[in-house]
């Protein structure tokens, strides 16, 4: 099994918040990548390669970045042997390839051919998420269906669904369609879905198939990668593992919350997310 962290965004809601901060607490900060940010005791990346690399979940990590990013990548990545950098070429907010393509990179560039567990870059989750369950439950799967995925949910509030993409699933937890921000009086579900997707081989394919329909779409279309899952849904089996939150890095204010707990309130850092 491998592994793609999603890392190249420009982070521009955090620069831009960091640029306006008036206190000069963050201004350390200015210019670095998300994935980059000091969360803890390490970069925010590096909880996630300790973890899949500890837990043996796969034997390989890929992270795609983009060209303003990719030396500070590269020197990030020569204390871990199991990690292959890759740029998407691009070095501006504004001609960014979007995460979809981003993926699709790392397949062809990589010759993946395995199950593909996809993260994005700025996320992590709670203690109670554990990488062996994760894989026991895509195993389980597996032998009954070749085709099936697996994808994470959390319960998030009422007034939270317009922010995330939600999930409608049967009894079974197998998805049957993701809404998009959706108003909450538009669907019953409060399952939020992180940025955090094991693809089965068998659907790495269909990235070309999805990229060739939405070649002609504006990159908004191309951009969030749940934007395939959705897709997806209807074309392959995907279920959900319940996990009980996230943090998402994406202003200062989110990140401010996510450094401060790693820094205060996290148990157990040897046995994290393993």
């Known amino acids: 099994m491998k592994a793609v962290i999603l890392a190249a965004g420009y982070g521009t809601r955090l620069q831009r918040d960091i640029e ?20 803890g005791y390490c970069a925010l990346i590096s909880h996630w390669v300790q973890a899949l690399n500890a837990s043996g ?37 504004e001609d960014r390839l979007g995460a979809v393509t981003c993926l699709q990179l790392s397949v062809k560039h990589f010759k993946i051919e395995d199950h593909v567990i996809v993260i994005g870059g700025d996320t992590l989750f709670k203690e109670d998420f554990s990488l062996s369950d ?18 994470l949910s959390y319960q998030c509030k009422d007034q939270e669904t317009g ?22 009086s538009e669907t019953k579900s409060r399952r939020a879905c992180p940025c ?19 070649k002609e779409a504006p990159i908004e279309e ?26 998402d890095v994406g202003n200062l204010s989110s990140y401010v919350e996510c450094d401060r707990y790693f820094r205060e309130n996290l148990q157990d850092v040897q046995s994290y997310m393993m």
């Open 57 to 93: 979940s796969v034997n390989t990590i890929y992270v795609v970045t983009n060209a303003l990013y990719h030396k500070a990548f590269e020197k990030w990545a020569l204390d871990f042997p199991i990690v292959k950098v890759l740029s998407d070429g691009t070095r501006s907010n």
């Open 20 to 39: 306006n901060d008036t206190s000069g607490r963050f201004r350390n900060l200015s210019g670095i990548a998300k994935p980059l940010l000091p969360v």
């Open 222 to 247: 191309k951009d969030a990668p749940g934007n395939f899952l959705a897709w997806l849904i209807s074309r392959m089996p995907v279920y959900v593992h319940q996990i009980s939150g996230r943090f």
């Open 134 to 151: 994760v894989k026991e439950r895509f195993s389980d799967l597996q032998a009954h269906c070749e085709d099936s995925c697996l994808v």
């Open 196 to 214: 955090f997707y094991l693809f089965c081989k068998r659907s790495l394919p269909l990235l070309d198939v999805f990229l060739d329909e939405k």
């Open 163 to 184: 922010m995330y993409g939600i999930l409608e699933v049967d009894e079974h937890l197998r998805v049957l369609s993701m809404k998009e921000k959706p108003p909450p």
